[in-house]
């Protein structure tokens, strides 16, 4: 193994500006999960789940059907309350913040399943993303259409004619107008071709690169997540099983074998 691409992982690199200034050498992750524990009545979906997300990286999360990747990303975006644990956003706790603020404070959550209103044309639901925020300029909804030729070809079209593929561009362009700091996506590449898999993944890197976003990425698409990813965190039954770089977990055959499926 040796470096296919470069020096994406984690170590140095860090971005030209990305400095905030002072002083202390280990920078705190901008997302910090620390202990995190969620439970549904008797079932225990997460057990303490510690893991880091850093600007400009690439985090995926890794795992079987009931592993757990949902019920973290629920719990992350507050869309569901832990038991115990912690959650962090640049060093400050947010576990317990409503909903609107953790938005505001730069985190968007794009859940499975894809939702859009389908009667809505793409333009209206790229609207719809941008609501809360007050007036939002054209050139951003530009941006998005720059990030997705597909979805700008479509723009006036109702969202119901849309692919699974384009679907999926379309509920991410609508969460960036939300300016996100922390990008939660679950299960991008469900149901998806391959090509189309490669297509969406390659702009969330080219995304995260050029915007300094950190995007935890809920994926059972073990092969795929972990060749675009930096990190991976492997969830088992509630629990991380193991955190490393993406290209040491990709090449780890035991642990391919008995919890990533490829
Ligand atoms: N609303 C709920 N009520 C009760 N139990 C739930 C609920 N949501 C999830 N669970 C349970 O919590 C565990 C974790 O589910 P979760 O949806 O987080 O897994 P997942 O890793 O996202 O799975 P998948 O890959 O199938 O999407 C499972 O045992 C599941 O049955
Ligand atoms: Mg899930």
Do not use: C, W
């Amino acid at each position: 193994m040796a470096e296919p691409h470069g020096s994406t992982a984690s170590g140095q690199g860090a971005p030209a500006g990305a400095g905030t200034g002072g002083g202390t050498a280990t920078a705190s992750a901008l997302l910090e999960v620390q202990g995190l524990t969620t439970s549904y009545g008797p079932v225990r979906a997460l057990d303490g789940v510690s893991l880091r997300a850093e600007a400009g990286r690439i985090t995926a999360v890794l795992g079987a059907n009931g592993a757990g990747k949902t019920t973290l990303l629920r719990t992350i975006s507050g869309l569901v309350r832990p038991t115990s644990g912690q959650v962090l956003l640049d060093g400050q706790d947010i576990t317990r913040a409503p909903v609107e603020a953790m938005v505001h404070k730069g985190m968007a959550h794009v859940p499975e399943g894809r939702g859009v209103i389908a009667e809505l044309t793409v333009d209206e639901n790229l609207r719809v993303g941008s609501l809360f925020r007050g007036k939002v300029g054209r050139e951003e909804f530009d941006r998005v259409y720059d990030l997705f030729p597909r979805i700008a070809e479509r723009r006036e079209n109702p969202a119901h004619t849309l692919s699974g593929g384009e679907r999926q561009m379309l509920v991410i362009g609508r969460a960036l107008l939300a300016r996100p700091r922390v990008l939660l996506l679950d299960e991008p590449s469900l149901g998806l071709a391959p090509r189309i898999v490669a297509q969406i993944f390659g702009l969330v890197r080219q995304l995260v690169d050029s915007e300094n976003l950190s995007v935890l990425l809920v994926e059972q698409n073990a092969r795929s997540a972990l060749s675009v990813a930096d990190t991976g965190v492997v969830l088992n039954l509630g629990r991380v099983v193991v955190t490393d770089d993406a290209r040491t977990l990709a090449a780890d055959e035991d642990l391919r074998h008995a919890y990533l499926g490829f």
